[in-house]
């Protein structure tokens, strides 16, 4: 049960912004969010993490509502690079942590 | 973040044969995990490994199909036994750091014959 949904499938254009939303509307109070793409062939990569304020790094930033039952990441200036499937997943901090992965949104970046 | 080294990348084995997949971090780790990942699917968790005890296997995984070895605390081994077609798939080792961030290795591409 990975506790999320996403949409199955999104396209952006090349420099646009990307925006993938993800419902997480049974979370708990310490469950974080967390987010990771996975392009073709290779291992998923973490790309950022978030409670309930906005977080931004180099990659991404990420927005959480207000309610935390639903967050977007947000890509800004998406590249053909940026073409890959990304899961949000939402987990409670410390301990031992098994990631479960959902299907996950594929995202297509054209030019 | 920790560096997970994962050999082989990919291979083409014979049905009825067996792969050992091997998977080095760079630190000490508690925990590490052996995914499973099926063409065009989502990632399967296979079993978890910690060192010094037993592999934790998910339902309908056996230690029989997929032994598990986990020598010390930066290595970890999947073997894949007596393959069929139907074993074709990415395996990917992973460890969850202490920054509660999950770390993956490359992955290990799998083509049964």
């Known amino acids: 049960d990975a506790k999320t949904t996403q949409p199955p499938s999104m396209d952006c254009a090349e420099g646009r912004a990307a925006n993938l939303p993800c419902n997480h509307s049974?979370?708990?109070?310490?469950?974080?969010v967390y987010w990771y793409r996975q392009i073709h062939s290779q291992g998923p990569q973490y790309i950022i993490h978030?409670?309930?304020n906005n977080e931004t790094n180099e990659m991404a930033s990420l927005i959480i509502t207000e309610d935390r039952k639903s967050s977007t990441l947000i890509l800004p200036h998406a590249t053909l690079r940026d073409t890959a499937v990304y899961y949000c997943?939402?987990?409670?901090?410390?301990?031992?942590?098994?990631?479960?992965f959902g299907r996950g949104t594929s995202l297509i970046v054209h030019p | 973040s920790a560096v997970i080294s994962q050999k082989p990348s990919r291979d083409i084995c014979q049905r009825g044969t067996s792969l050992t997949i091997q998977c080095q971090v760079d630190?000490?780790?508690?925990?590490m995990f052996w995914y499973r990942q099926q063409p065009g699917q989502s990632l399967t968790l296979i079993a978890t490994?910690?060192?010094?005890?037993?592999?934790?296997?998910e339902s309908g995984f056996v230690i029989d199909k997929f032994p598990i070895s986990r020598p010390n605390l930066t290595f970890s081994t999947l073997t894949v036994s007596n393959m069929s077609p139907e074993d074709s798939s990415i395996y990917l080792c992973?460890?969850?750091?202490?920054?509660?961030?999950?770390?993956f290795g490359q992955g290990t591409r799998l083509t049964v014959v």
């Open positions: 992973s460890v969850d750091s202490w920054v509660a961030e999950a770390f």
């Open positions: 049974t979370i708990s109070g310490n469950e974080y």
């Open positions: 978030g409670l309930k």
């Open positions: 997943i939402v987990r409670a901090p410390g301990g031992s942590y098994i990631p479960t």
């Open positions: 630190s000490q780790v508690t925990m």
């Open positions: 490994a910690n060192q010094g005890s037993e592999a934790t296997y």
